[in-house]
C-alpha cells in the first residue's frame, strides 16, 4: 500500500479526480446560491413595481370615470316641459350627440345613462327611452332595479362604485344576454346639476385595459371602495374578509397560507388595493435541505471513489501510460470536462434571465418617473436604488425616438430595435441606455458631462438613425427629439420628457431633419381652416362624389403644408374634416358599430403619421370609406331621411326651393318637415338652404365674372337685393366687396 501511495502516476490520477470534485462542488455552490430563492428574491421585487404601476394605471381609469362624470354635469341643457306640455327635444338631441362623443372614446363603458328626479325620460349615448325600458328591461337586475336607483339618488351619497354582477341585458335582436356589469353612480353631496348620472362599465373590458402580464404566475390583485367593499377582482373567490381583519391602512402585510397579501392605499380616491402573492415557492425550505444533504453525500461518495478508482486504475494506468509514453487524453476526462462545461451554460442562462428582470424593473421605474400623475412618495426607495445606474455623469438630455413600421412582413422584434439602437449609439461614444415606452416609441437616456456637449447630439442622432434606417432596420422610418440639458436626478425625468415630446409635436410639417431640438422649437400659429372648402368636401361625401372629395383633401392638406404649419395643427385639420364627412354617415347608419371602428383607426393612424402625405393618404381612405358606408346605407324606401334630403338640396339648391315644395318631395307636411328638419339639422330649413347657396355663390363670386346679381339667379335668390341682403347678414360684407378682396 505504501509502494502504491508513493507511486506518482497513481497520485497524478487521484489529484485530477480531486480536481474534477472541487470543480463540480464549486459550481454546484454557485448555482444553489443564485437558485430558486435568490430568483424569487429578484422576482418578487420586480412583482412589486409591476403591481404599483398597475394601481396607477387602474387609478387613471377611475380618474378617466370621474372626469367623464363631470363632463356629463357640466353639459348646458335644461328640460323642463315647454308651453305645449312637451320636453325641448332639441336640447335632448344635442345632449345624446355630445354623451355619445364623451363615451365613445373609453372603450369599456358599456353604456352612460342620465335621468332626473321629476321625469320619467332616460338619455342614453344611443338615444333616449323610458327610465323604467331602461333600468328594468334593457339592464335587468333583480336588486338594481328603477326604484333602487331612484331612491339611490335621492338620498346623500358621494360617488358610488358598485362592485361587479351579472345584468340581463336586452341586444338589438330583442334577447337577453348576461354579462357582468360594474356601475358607478354619481355622487349627490354637492350638486353640479340637476341630473342623476349612472355609468354600466363591462368588467372584462376594464380589467384588460390593464396589462397585468407582468404579475408573478399565481398572484392576483383585488380593488375595494374607500369603505373597504369589494369592488372588483382578478382572482374568483378572492377571500377578503379575512384579510381585512388582520390588514388595514396604508400599505401593510401579511402572510398566511402559502401566500403574502399586501395592501395599497391610492393616493387619487383612497381606494384599496390588495395583492396576494405566493409566499415563496412551494416547499423552499425541504429543497434547499436536500440540495446540501446531496450536496454533502456526493462529495463524500467522490472522494471513496476518488480512492477505489485510483486502486483499480493504477496498473492499467502505468501500463497505457507507458505505452503512450506519459502523455493521457483519455475519454473519461473529455465526458467530465462536458459535464462541467454543461454547469456553466445553465449558470449563464439564469444569469441571462436575472439580467433581463433587472432590465423591466429599470424600465418600469423610468416610466414611473415621466408619469405625471405618479406619486413620488412611492417611488422614493426605487429611484434611490436606481439612480447611479441610469446615469453617468452630473446631466443627462433624454431623446425620444419614434419609428413607423414597414409592415407585419418586415416587422422586427423590439427587443432587437432596442439593442440595435444601443449598440448604435455606444458606436457613437455616447453614453447612453435605451428603453422601450409604447407604440414604436423608446425614450434614450444619455449622460454628458458639460452643456457644450449637448450641441453635436443632433448631428450624431441623426447619423445613427440614418444608418439603421439603412441597415439592421432596413424599412423603417424614424424622427427623433432632443431635451434640453437637467441634472442628472430621476425626478427631472418627468420634465425632459415632456421637453422632448412638445418638440415632436410642434416639428413643422415641412421639416426633412429627422432629429429636433427641444430648445429651438419655436410656435407659430400660421393656420388656415378653409370652412367653405370642407362644408363643400362633406356634400361631395354625401353624394358618393369621391374623386371630387379627394381633390377637396388634397388642396386643404396641401396648403397648410405650404404654410408649415405645427404637426399638431395639422391633425386637428384632419380630425376636423373627418369628422364633417363623418357626420353625414352617421346620420344614415342604423347600426355604427363599423363607423366607430373607422374613427377608432383613424385616430390610431393620426397618431402615427409622420408628415403630410401619410395624413392626406388617411384622409383619402377615410372618404373613399365613409362614401361607400353610405351608399350601402341610403334608405330608398323612404325619402324622410337625412341623407336624401341632403342631397336634394345640394342637387336642386338652384330652384325655389320653398317649404312647401320641399315637403311634397318627401311626402310629409310643412309643419311636420319643418319640425323634423330642425331636429335633425340642428338648423331650420332656411337657414340650411341660405348656407348651401352662399357656399356655391362664394365660389362663383372668386372664379368667375358672372355679375352679382347673376350670381344670384344661378344660386336660387329671386332678385338681387335679395341675394346682396342675405349674403351680408351671413359674411358681414356686400358681395361685390368680397369679390374685390379675394382678387386684392
Known amino acids: 500500500m505504501k509502494r502504491l501511495l508513493q507511486n506518482q502516476g497513481m497520485i497524478q490520477i487521484f489529484l485530477a479526480m480531486l480536481v474534477v470534485i472541487g470543480t463540480m462542488l464549486v459550481s454546484m455552490y454557485a448555482i444553489y446560491r443564485i437558485s430558486i430563492s435568490s430568483i424569487y428574491e429578484k422576482v418578487t421585487q420586480n412583482n412589486s413595481l409591476v403591481v404599483k404601476s398597475l394601481i396607477q394605471s387602474y387609478d387613471n381609469q377611475f380618474r378617466t370615470i370621474n372626469n367623464l362624470i363631470h363632463s356629463i354635469h357640466g353639459l348646458p341643457y335644461n328640460f323642463e316641459t315647454g308651453e305645449f306640455g312637451r320636453m325641448d327635444m332639441t336640447g335632448v338631441y344635442k345632449m345624446q350627440d355630445q354623451m355619445a362623443t364623451l363615451v365613445s372614446s373609453i372603450d369599456y363603458i ?103 402580464g407582468g404579475m408573478i404566475p399565481g398572484s392576483s390583485l383585488a380593488v375595494l371602495d374607500q369603505n373597504e367593499q369589494l369592488i372588483f377582482s382578478t382572482e374568483d373567490g378572492f377571500d377578503i374578509g379575512s384579510i381585512l381583519e388582520q390588514v388595514s391602512s ?144 452630473r446631466l443627462f438630455v433624454m431623446v425620444v425616438v419614434q419609428w413607423r413600421s414597414p409592415g407585419e412582413n418586415q416587422a422586427r422584434s423590439l427587443e432587437h430595435m432596442t439593442e440595435c439602437l444601443q449598440s448604435a449609439l455606444r458606436e457613437k461614444q455616447m453614453m447612453a441606455s435605451v428603453y422601450y415606452e409604447k407604440d414604436l416609441q423608446f425614450i434614450v437616456l444619455i449622460s454628458i458631462r458639460e ?40 425626478a427631472n425625468c418627468r420634465q425632459a420628457y415632456s421637453n422632448a415630446v412638445q418638440a415632436l409635436e410642434y416639428r413643422l410639417v415641412s421639416t426633412t431633419s429627422k432629429v429636433l431640438d427641444a430648445g429651438k422649437i419655436n410656435g407659430d400659429w400660421n393656420m388656415h381652416y378653409p370652412f367653405d372648402k370642407v362644408e363643400k368636401l362633406s356634400n361631395y361625401i354625401l353624394n358618393r362624389q369621391v374623386k371630387e372629395g379627394k381633390q377637396i383633401i388634397s388642396e386643404i392638406i396641401g396648403n397648410a403644408v405650404e404654410r408649415n404649419v405645427h404637426h399638431y395643427q395639422l391633425i386637428h385639420i384632419a380630425e376636423t374634416m373627418f369628422y364633417f364627412m363623418l357626420r353625414h354617415a352617421g346620420n344614415a347608419a342604423k347600426d355604427n358599430e363599423e363607423l366607430m371602428k373607422l374613427e377608432r383607426a383613424f385616430h390610431a393612424a ?64 310643412p309643419k311636420y318637415f319643418s319640425s323634423y328638419f330642425k331636429k335633425t339639422f340642428g338648423v331650420n330649413y332656411v337657414e340650411y338652404l341660405n348656407k348651401v347657396r352662399l357656399s356655391h355663390a362664394r365660389e362663383l363670386l372668386q372664379n368667375t365674372n358672372y355679375s352679382v346679381s347673376e350670381v344670384g339667379e344661378k344660386t336660387g335668390y329671386l332678385n338681387s337685393s335679395t341675394f346682396t341682403t342675405t349674403f351680408k347678414k351671413y359674411y358681414g360684407i356686400s358681395p361685390s366687396e368680397y369679390r374685390k378682396q379675394q382678387i386684392s
Request: proline share 1%; aromatic share 10%; no cysteine.
Open 606 to 669: 393620426a397618431s402615427h403619421s409622420f408628415d403630410g402625405n401619410d395624413v392626406e393618404s388617411m384622409l383619402h381612405d377615410a372618404a373613399v370609406r365613409i362614401a361607400k358606408y353610405i351608399g350601402s346605407s341610403q334608405q330608398e324606401a323612404s325619402k324622410l331621411n337625412p341623407t336624401y334630403i341632403s342631397q336634394y338640396i345640394e342637387l336642386n339648391y338652384m330652384r325655389n326651393l320653398y317649404l312647401d315644395h320641399i315637403a311634397e318631395v318627401t311626402e310629409t307636411s
Open 110 to 212: 358599456e353604456e352612460a345613462v342620465v335621468f332626473y328626479d321629476n321625469l320619467d325620460i332616460a338619455i342614453t349615448s344611443t338615444g333616449t327611452s323610458n327610465l323604467s325600458l331602461i333600468l328594468d328591461y334593457k339592464y335587468e337586475h333583480k336588486r338594481f332595479n328603477t326604484n333602487y336607483w331612484r331612491t339611490f339618488m335621492n338620498s346623500d351619497n358621494s360617488l358610488k362604485i358598485f362592485a361587479g354582477e351579472r345584468y340581463n341585458i336586452t341586444n338589438v335582436n330583442m334577447m337577453k344576454v348576461p354579462k357582468k356589469l360594474i356601475v358607478v353612480a354619481g355622487g349627490n353631496k354637492v350638486r353640479m346639476s340637476s341630473k342623476n348620472i349612472l355609468i354600466y362599465i363591462d368588467e372584462a373590458a376594464f380589467l384588460k385595459h390593464v396589462n397585468q
Open 250 to 393: 396604508n400599505e401593510k402585510s401579511l402572510t398566511k397560507g402559502n401566500y403574502e397579501y399586501h395592501m395599497y392605499r391610492s393616493n387619487f380616491n383612497e381606494f384599496y388595493y390588495i395583492e396576494k402573492v405566493p409566499y415563496q415557492f412551494s416547499n423552499i425550505s425541504s429543497v434547499g435541505k436536500s440540495n446540501r444533504i446531496i450536496m454533502v453525500t456526493a462529495v463524500l461518495g467522490a472522494v471513496l471513489l476518488s480512492i477505489l478508482l485510483s486502486i483499480y486504475l493504477y496498473r492499467p494506468m502505468k501500463r497505457i501510460m507507458s505505452q503512450l509514453g506519459g502523455r493521457h487524453s483519455g475519454n473519461d476526462f473529455k465526458k467530465i470536462l462536458s459535464g462541467i462545461i454543461h454547469l456553466q451554460i445553465e449558470n449563464s442562462e439564469i444569469k441571462k434571465q436575472l439580467q433581463a428582470a433587472e432590465n423591466e424593473a429599470k424600465r418600469g421605474v423610468l416610466l414611473q418617473a415621466i408619469d405625471e400623475f405618479a406619486s413620488s412618495s412611492e417611488q422614493d426607495p426605487a429611484f434611490n436604488r436606481y439612480n447611479a445606474e441610469f446615469f453617468i455623469y
Open 451 to 490: 452643456v457644450k456637449e449637448r450641441d453635436r447630439l443632433s448631428q450624431n442622432l441623426n447619423e445613427v438613425l440614418l444608418r439603421l434606417e439603412q441597415d439592421e432596420l432596413t424599412g423603417y422610418s424614424a424622427r427623433a427629439s432632443i431635451s434640453k440639458a437637467y441634472a442628472s436626478e430621476l
